[in-house]
């Protein structure tokens, strides 16, 4: 069958200035990171999010690897998050040696259920990691009480949620640490992929600077703070180029156009679909009160794995390419290694089984998401 349509899941669409700004940045033969273009992102971002410091990084795994050097966590120490979420998440901790805990989903968000974290605390919890789903917060504020009462660090995981908000606080600013990415599948990108450490607490800003840096004290260096750098701690190469900085920075000039189109394009799904979830077929997304999310994805929930298989091929005979999202973490051969899922999993391999993605991108056209609507309510 050829279909008469082509939609793809994603899209790099460019806002504007990228391939100037990349001129630009080649021009200036400071090529290699934190030059001109990371300058201004990182001013961006602090005035933005205004929080105490951002780094950008080569990714957010990367960022999220800084994370864990920063808060020292050693062999045997224990991260709660969810087993919904990218490998990434994970292996960040896994690389110092931590014990991966894993608690179940809601079954509304598919954020943490923070509920459920409470009794996964042991003596050897060090971190709990919320992941922002689909750009939607987690319940922050029951989080962080858990978090203070029990003296642990809070790391979110907002690599799907810039410009989303929980309480007017925007995403990766309400933990101790939190994180962005910029892989060319996110909101915003740096050229494919990207990421930023955003810190909270000031006590991690300059170590955080060092990590970065290999270990040295390089950026106090450059900045005239002493006169000759060195190797202090450990670290590793984080760093991001400057034309990942120009690329992203152009994708920064244009953060609300980017993120109202991206709405108006969820919000046409929403409208379109609401027939189907009023009929039972389908569930659609919610978003809690307190939260503003950034149309990061949008996704339905059918009714199990077998009728998301046919709505999935039924899609791709037609030309329109959508897609399920994580396989659980905890079932995996390295989740079953490095972690355990504690208590009982209700809602994350139901809700990964019955998930499907839309397209969604900038500048996706109306009538586009038109034809993915008809389309859905014409195999129901």
């Given amino acids: 069958m050829i279909s008469q349509y082509k939609i ?51 990714s957010c795994t990367h960022a999220l690897e800084i994370a864990a050097i920063l808060l020292d966590i050693k062999e045997g120490d224990e991260i709660i998050m969810p087993s919904y979420t990218f490998v990434s998440t994970a292996n960040a901790f896994v690389l110092r040696g931590a014990k991966i805990v894993f608690v179940d989903v809601r079954s509304d968000t598919m954020n943490i259920d923070e509920t459920l974290i409470e009794a996964a605390i042991t003596r050897k919890t060090k971190v709990i990691v919320p992941v922002h789903y689909a750009g939607v917060a987690c319940e922050m504020d029951t989080i962080m009480n858990i978090a203070e009462k029990y003296n642990l660090y809070v790391v979110e995981d907002a690599a799907q949620g810039m410009m989303s908000t929980y309480k007017g606080k925007p995403l990766g600013t309400i933990g101790h640490l939190g994180t962005y990415s910029f892989h060319e599948t996110k909101n915003y990108t740096s050229g494919g992929e990207g990421g930023l450490l955003i810190i909270n607490d000031r006590t991690f800003s300059n170590h955080a600077e060092v990590i970065r840096e290999k270990g040295t004290n390089r950026s106090q260096f450059f900045r005239g703070a002493i006169d000759k750098y060195s190797w202090i701690d450990v670290g590793s190469s984080y760093l991001p180029s400057e034309l990942n900085a120009a690329y992203l920075f152009a994708q920064l000039e244009g953060a609300e156009s980017i993120n109202q189109d991206r709405l108006n394009s969820w919000n046409q799904y929403f409208d379109g679909l609401c027939e189907l979830q009023k009929d039972g077929h389908i569930t659609l997304p919610t978003i809690p009160q307190e939260c503003t999310h950034n149309a990061h994805m949008f996704y339905i929930k059918v009714k199990n794995l077998n009728e998301r298989k046919i709505l999935l091929n039924y899609l791709k005979e037609h030309g329109i390419s959508a897609s399920f999202h994580y396989v659980p973490l905890h079932s995996s051969k390295a989740g079953k290694k490095f972690g355990m899922f504690f208590g009982e999993d209700k809602f994350t391999t139901k809700g990964s089984n019955c998930l499907v993605r839309l397209p969604m991108y900038f500048k996706l056209k109306n009538e586009e998401i038109q034809v993915i609507i008809e389309l859905i309510k014409k195999l129901y």
């Fill in 8 to 58: 793809p899941f994603n899209k790099i669409v460019p806002y504007g200035n990228e391939e100037k700004y990349i001129h630009n940045a080649i021009g200036t033969k400071h090529l290699c990171g934190d030059g001109p273009f990371t300058e201004k992102c990182h001013q961006w971002f602090e005035k933005k999010l205004n929080c105490e410091k951002v780094l950008l990084t080569t």
